[in-house]
Nanobody, 123 residues
Framework: QVQLVESGGGLVQAGGSLRLSCAAS?????????MGWFRQAPGKEREVVAA????????YYAASVEGRFTISRDNAKNTLYLQMNSLKPEDTAIYYC???????????????WGQGTQVTVSS
């Protein structure tokens, strides 16, 4: 079992930055999991934001965040990050991290999910 806890969300003005963290715990070898960030805005379906391989050597970004967000991981600290710059009101959502055994995918097929952290971007 893997427990994931997100932090770092909050209220920020448009153009600002936030850094989300996702701490993994439990009987896990964090470095063996591909990881992803997802978000769900009110009235919308959950969507993938970014994903990263177990080693951090490859990443994926949704077109809507490419060039503004950066996903990274520190396997020694069992922690996943999402640096969000140039935030827009349309980035407002609950952000979730997720872990997956095996290959990185840009779909919802992840095995473990966190509870989410709210990000609100004001105009």
């Amino acid at each position: 079992q893997v427990q994931l806890v997100e932090s770092g969300g909050g209220l920020v003005q448009a153009g600002g930055s936030l850094r989300l963290s996702c701490a993994a715990s439990g009987r896990t070898f964090f470095s063996s999991y591909a990881m992803g960030w997802f978000r769900q805005a009110p009235g919308k379906e959950r969507e993938v934001v970014a994903a990263i391989t177990w080693s951090g050597s490859s990443t994926y970004y949704a077109a809507s965040v490419e060039g503004r967000f950066t996903i990274s991981r520190d396997n020694a600290k069992n922690t996943l990050y999402l640096q969000m710059n140039s935030l827009k009101p349309e980035d407002t959502a609950i952000y979730y991290c997720a872990a997956r055994r095996g290959l990185m995918v840009a779909t919802q097929e992840y095995d473990y999910w966190g509870q989410g952290t709210q990000v609100t971007v004001s105009s």
